[in-house]
Structures are given as structure tokens and as C-alpha cells.
């Protein structure tokens, strides 16, 4: 007679090692669960990281990035180098919305709202550079800016080793921003106003050279009287009424005589008084 086969189920207590009945297989050893480890994801994250490699010259913060807009810029006529270190050493993708920092280093100005914008690297290249081509270098400067926008120019400036820089803004919003963009390089040497740039600002003058972002068909009287003797004045003017800008430079001679060249067409907001 056959031996019967175990019949299904098996009770519990016949459900032990060795004790399965005949030709019965023994199940082959169940694997051990993994261990639990919190902090795995953290240790792979860190491990992608190391393994991603940022190509030169990509990221924002890249020093590579700055020094191709600089050779674009020697390559279209930057000659001082003085600017060119001076603009070398500010991130201008820190002065625009973060939505915009991609084309920070682009040659093209960018809106920074309240309809105003920041200036192209060549256009605040080009005036820097008519601005301090008078003073010898290494000179400390006292400057005055018409027009803080978002702060990018007065950081550049402050870089040419200026004794004293007074930026002026007549939109409080635009004021704020520029302080609060501005806060690393808050000390003695720099003073934001909000207030009307048509005046200048008289308690910190006279200045060495005065600088304006925004252009009408006359210079203020305000701007001229604070210029002080050997100084220098870069502006947007209108070559007629109603016409064109250019950028005109005027000189204050030592005898006090007011000396006046117009350089190349620009394109500037027109120059507004008041404060808002």
C-alpha cells in the first residue's frame, strides 16, 4: 500500500522543522529584511552631488562669467582698467529680479520695475570711464549719483575707490531696493537720499565728479554749482528740444569755466523732479 500523503492544511503542531511529512522540501531561508536607515536619502543626495561636476563659467557666481562680459566690453572700446576692475568684482545678476538673472550679463539693460531700468554694462561702462578719465588713479573721490535705481552703479563706483559716494532716488520703492541691495557696502563711504535729484545734494558737496541716470533738455544749475574745480559731469541731454540724447560732459576748469563736450546718442528716462 502507498503511504498517504500529508493532507492540506497541516495542523499547527506538525508545522516544524524536519517535521513536514515525507519528500517534503525545506523552504529555502526567507532573506532578512534591509535595515532601516533614516538618513539614507541624505547620504545619496550628498553622493549626486559629488558626482555632478558645473561646467567653468556656468553658474552666476563664476568669475568666468563676469570676465567674459568684460573682454565684450574691451572688445567694443573699455580701455581704463580701473572700470574694468570695477565692474569685474560686482555680480550684476545680485541687482536684477531673480527672474531675470540669466540675462544678467548680457549687454542689454534690464526693467526694474516702477518703470525704470538698469542701465547696459556698456553704457555704465562708457560714462564711468568718461566720468573719472580726468583724476589720476589711486585718488580718492567724492561722487555724486543722480538716480540709485537698483543699486548696481553705486556698488561699481564704490569699487574706484571713492572717498565719499551720495546716491540720490526720488521713487521710494526704487530708494529701498537700493538699500536693501546696498547693505554690504553700507558704511561712512556711502550716503542713499530719497529725494529730488534736479537739486543734487548740496550738504555733501562739492564733488569730483557727478554722475546722472535719467536725462532733460538742460543741466540743473544745482548740478553745475556743485561741481567741484578739476571736476567732471556725465549726463544724458537732449541735443535740441525735444530731440535725441547724447551724453555731454562738462568740466569745471580751475578758474571755475565751464567746459562742455557731447559724445555718442544714448537713451535715458527723462529726467523728472519732485520726489514719489
Not at 538699500?179 to 556711502?190: E, F, S
Not at 578739476?230 to 551724453?247: D, W
Amino acid at each position: 500500500m502507498a503511504p498517504s500523503r500529508p493532507r492540506f492544511p497541516l495542523p499547527l503542531d506538525a508545522v516544524r522543522s524536519g517535521d513536514r511529512g515525507p519528500g517534503a522540501r525545506r523552504p529555502a531561508a526567507a532573506p532578512e529584511p534591509p535595515m532601516l536607515r533614516p538618513q539614507a536619502p541624505l547620504d545619496a543626495a550628498a553622493r549626486d552631488r559629488a558626482r555632478q561636476t558645473v561646467p567653468a563659467g556656468l553658474g552666476l557666481d563664476s568669475e568666468q562669467v563676469r570676465e567674459r562680459l568684460i573682454r565684450r566690453l574691451e572688445a567694443q572700446g573699455l580701455r581704463d582698467p580701473r572700470v574694468a576692475a570695477a565692474l569685474r568684482a560686482v555680480p550684476r545678476h545680485l541687482f536684477v529680479d531673480s527672474a531675470l538673472a540669466q540675462q544678467a550679463y548680457e549687454d542689454t539693460s534690464l526693467p526694474i520695475g516702477w518703470g525704470q531700468t538698469i542701465s547696459k554694462p556698456s553704457v555704465v561702462a562708457r560714462m564711468l570711464e568718461l566720468l573719472i578719465a580726468p583724476q589720476p588713479a589711486g585718488r580718492p573721490l567724492r561722487l555724486l549719483e543722480i538716480g540709485s535705481g537698483c543699486g548696481y552703479q553705486a556698488a561699481v563706483m564704490l569699487q574706484l575707490g571713492v572717498s565719499r559716494l551720495v546716491s540720490i532716488e526720488r521713487l521710494r520703492p526704487l530708494h529701498e531696493l537700493a538699500q536693501a541691495r546696498l547693505a554690504p557696502h553700507r558704511g561712512d563711504r556711502l550716503r542713499l537720499v530719497h529725494g529730488d535729484g534736479r537739486l543734487g545734494h548740496a550738504p555733501m558737496a562739492p564733488y569730483d565728479g557727478i554722475i546722472a541716470a535719467a536725462g532733460g533738455e538742460a543741466l540743473p544749475e544745482a548740478w553745475l554749482a556743485q561741481l567741484a574745480p578739476g571736476g567732471r559731469l556725465v549726463a544724458p541731454l537732449a541735443r535740441s528740444p525735444g530731440g535725441p540724447q547724447c551724453l555731454a560732459v562738462v568740466d569745471r576748469m580751475a578758474d571755475g569755466r565751464l567746459v562742455e563736450q557731447r559724445h555718442e546718442a544714448v537713451l535715458f528716462v527723462p529726467l523728472e523732479s519732485g520726489v514719489a
